[in-house]
Nanobody, 125 residues
Framework: QVQLVESGGGLVQAGGSLRLSCAAS????????MGWFRQAPGKEREFVAA??????STYYADSVKGRFTISREKNTVYLQMNSLKPEDTAVYYC????????????????????WGQGTQVTVSS
């Protein structure tokens, strides 16, 4: 079992930055690929970014490429978010996948085995 706890959300003006953290505990975290998803009110949960267990492979949604960076260190995964836009407003969730590698399947929410409780990000215009 893996427990995931997100933090770092908040209110920021458009153009600003936030860094989200996801702290993992439980089983061998280093063998899990990780992802970030987000869900805005009235919308489906959507993929944001994913990273392999080694950190050597990453995927990003087109909407965040060049603005967001996913990284991992020890038992924590980060999402650095720059040049934030109002449309980035959502609850952000981290997720763990029982596989060290990632493929295009990493963009699919049901491929993940564990989820955090989410952290709210609000970007004002």
């Amino acid at each position: 079992q893996v427990q995931l706890v997100e933090s770092g959300g908040g209110l920021v003006q458009a153009g600003g930055s936030l860094r989200l953290s996801c702290a993992a505990s439980g089983r061998t975290f280093s063998s899990y690929a990780m992802g970030w998803f987000r869900q805005a009110p009235g919308k489906e949960r959507e993929f944001v970014a994913a990273i392999s267990w080694s950190g050597g492979s990453t995927y990003y949604a087109d909407s965040v490429k060049g603005r967001f960076t996913i990284s991992r260190e020890k038992n924590t995964v980060y999402l650095q978010m720059n040049s934030l836009k109002p449309e980035d407003t959502a609850v952000y969730y981290c997720a763990a996948k029982k596989s060290p590698r990632i493929t295009m399947q990493a963009m699919i929410a049901h491929q993940y085995d564990y989820w955090g409780q989410g952290t709210q990000v609000t970007v004002s215009s």
